[in-house]
């Protein structure tokens, strides 16, 4: 007995050696401003590594869960205040409803169009690749799995009758819906008597700038986070219980790339009538810095100038939907991410998942990315949306937040390249487009806004 307790806590003091260690050398990391991204990754394969000696050598990995258990609490209390702090200020945006039933609400629309198709397109091929094949997981002891709802019930369920008890009970799409109401009111009560709403936009405003520095500050534990969540897990199940994470990977770009092609390239020709591989090539400066950046707004003075100087499109058009996409418009983010994570999930815990939850993941997607959207770290908290909505277990997420940094550079890229598209659509569709210069391959230089 008591050898066992000498040898519990010798597995239990390396182990928490080992992830002070590993936690010290991030921090390191951090100070020396190394970029997010290497740091994720840097992260992610010492945590693997760490996870397959803790497997290997049977040590405790308590610590190393405990640290992952904090990060994906941390993400779960953000959900709530922050999707309704956020999709309010997005939609107040919008200065008045003559506005927003114009050009903002045909942006508006193909931002969700875009999203729904983008959330299609990542669930097919998941459902195609399987991606969970090989990892099974006992579903959390606290978890209870949902009984198939009717259609009926899945209707009734998106409209909230208590807005306060569905965000005591952690219910998004409701909360989401109520919020939209609440904007709508003010961006209409706002164009009669904009003096009333005044304080209530501004309290809005300033409630999300700070959940936006909340958000902030749980988005830089993401590194500890990773490796503690990684380590865990491959000390649990080891090296070849991790190996189709690669799936993930893989399953996710083809999504992602199939959404690029068909329908990104299918808008810019049927809808804005132009040549697919010109536009792309005179977008490639969006996506070139979207891929390294991995930030909507970071990207968005180079996509300005991008929508502007090379596509042709009117100043107009593009001040307001350039920086309403870096907000809204989440087609790898709010679309595909949660789609294919929410299969992945579902096929970890054995979940069977039917038409009706199919069709409530692709809702929940289209509402979860206006709310969270343009915020740091936006995949995560849609993708803990989505899963919410599924009843799928939230600790799910931490299965794939490894493989974040590697997925992200590719969603970024797709979510401010469907701002340019739907820039260039909508400015066809209200005249706003210089064709003729677009054809004629009139574009200035953008290497003051590249640098």
Request: proline share 5%.
């Amino acid at each position: 007995m008591n050898n066992n307790l000498v040898q519990a806590l010798q597995s239990n003091a390396v182990s928490l050696a080992v992830s002070a260690v590993v936690i010290g050398l991030l921090v390191a990391l951090a100070r020396k401003r190394v970029a997010f991204g290497y740091r994720v990754l840097i992260a992610m394969g010492l945590g693997l590594a760490a996870g397959i000696v803790f497997n290997r050598y049977q040590f405790d990995a308590a610590s190393a869960s405990t640290i992952g258990t904090i990060y994906v609490n941390l993400i779960k209390m953000l959900v709530i205040p922050l999707v309704v702090a956020a999709i309010i200020s997005s939609i107040t945006s919008v200065s008045n409803l003559g506005q927003l039933r114009k050009t903002g609400l045909k942006t508006i629309s193909l931002f969700l169009i875009t999203t729904a198709v983008a959330a299609l397109i990542g669930m097919l091929v998941a459902l195609a690749v399987d991606p969970g094949a090989g990892i099974a997981q006992e579903p959390p002891k606290d978890y209870k799995q949902r009984e198939v709802p009717t259609f009926s019930q899945v209707i009734l369920d998106l409209v909230p009758s208590n807005p306060v008890n569905e965000m005591a009970g952690g219910k998004v799409v409701p909360v989401i819906v109520f919020a939209i109401f609440v904007a709508v009111a003010i961006v209409q009560l706002g164009s009669r008597k904009p003096e009333t709403v005044r304080p209530v936009k501004q309290f809005i405003d300033s409630i999300t700038q700070i959940m936006f520095q909340v958000t902030k500050y749980v988005i830089r534990l993401t590194p500890y986070g990773v490796y503690a969540l990684l380590a865990s897990m491959a000390a649990r199940y080891g090296l070849d219980t991790l190996l189709p994470l690669v799936k993930v990977i893989a399953a996710t770009y083809a999504a992602l790339l199939l959404h690029f092609i068909l329908t990104f390239g299918g808008l810019v020709t049927f809808a804005a009538r132009v040549n697919p591989l010109k536009f792309f090539r005179k977008a490639y400066p969006t996506i070139a810095v979207a891929f390294t950046t991995r930030s909507s707004y970071a990207t968005l003075p180079v996509n300005l100038e991008v929508i502007t100087k090379r596509l042709r499109v009117s100043q107009s058009i593009a001040s307001f939907i350039a920086p309403l996409g870096a907000t809204i418009n989440m087609n790898g983010c709010g679309g595909v991410w949660p789609a294919v994570v929410a299969v992945f999930v579902a096929r970890v815990y054995d979940i069977p998942l039917g038409l009706p939850e199919y069709a409530l993941l692709v809702l929940a997607a289209v509402i979860a990315s206006v709310g969270v959207a343009g915020v740091p770290g936006p995949a995560s908290i849609s993708t803990t949306v989505v899963l919410t909505a599924l009843g799928l277990p939230v600790e799910g997420l931490g299965l794939v937040l490894a493989i974040d940094a590697v997925v992200d550079m590719g969603r970024t890229a797709v979510n401010a390249t469907g701002t340019t598209v739907v820039s260039l659509v909508v400015a066809a569709s209200e005249g706003e487009f210089n064709r003729e210069e677009f054809n004629n391959d009139v574009e200035e230089s953008l290497e003051s806004s590249a640098a």
